[in-house]
């Protein structure tokens, strides 16, 4: 009996630990999922700068490792978008993956821009030659003064050596 006894205590003890260590377990991973899941929440409203470690080289930490990475194209999507919108076309942009929308479509963004800044630059270009023409010819001037002024106004304009100036 005293054996039977010493037994049962010994099992009661074992299922003790047993539970206490899945318990435990179990607050472990679910506190590991809630950090995980706040994160997630974090990039879906936007934020970014996710601060978690990925503690081991299971599921769990393999779907850390993700969304840091998401976090971390986020950021550097989010500063070329603004590199971008500053009128600096230099930055970089590189999607993921052809199905990566958010690049691609900021990738698409910077083509554009760039086309239509370039395309405003050469309009203003031209205009500000035009009036600048236009100022130079104001007046009641003879044909060779009004040809030097002329001349004087676009030689330098178009970046020309010299000019010439007919008058018949």
Not at 140 to 154: E, F, P, R, S, Y
Request: glycine residues 6%; charged residues 20%.
């Amino acid at each position: 009996k005293r054996q039977q006894a010493l037994s049962l205590v010994m099992l009661v003890l074992v299922m003790c630990f047993v539970v206490s260590f899945i318990v435990y377990t179990i607050n472990f991973i679910t506190q590991r999922l809630q950090t995980l899941g706040n994160a997630a929440e974090n990039l879906a409203s936007g934020k970014t700068g996710i601060k978690i470690l990925p503690e081991a080289n299971d599921a769990i930490g393999s779907l850390t490792k993700s969304i840091l990475a998401i976090d971390r194209n986020d950021r550097k999507l989010a500063i070329a978008a603004k590199t971008i919108g500053d009128g600096d076309f230099s930055v970089v942009v590189e999607p993921r993956s052809e199905e990566d929308i958010l690049g691609n479509s900021i990738a698409h963004m910077k083509t554009n821009l760039q086309s239509y800044a370039r395309s405003s630059e050469e309009k203003i270009w031209v205009q500000t030659g035009i009036s600048q023409i236009n100022d130079s010819l104001r007046g009641d001037k003879d044909v060779n003064t009004l040809g030097q002024d002329a001349l004087n106004t676009l030689v330098p304009y178009l970046n020309c050596e010299s000019g010439l100036f007919y008058a018949a």
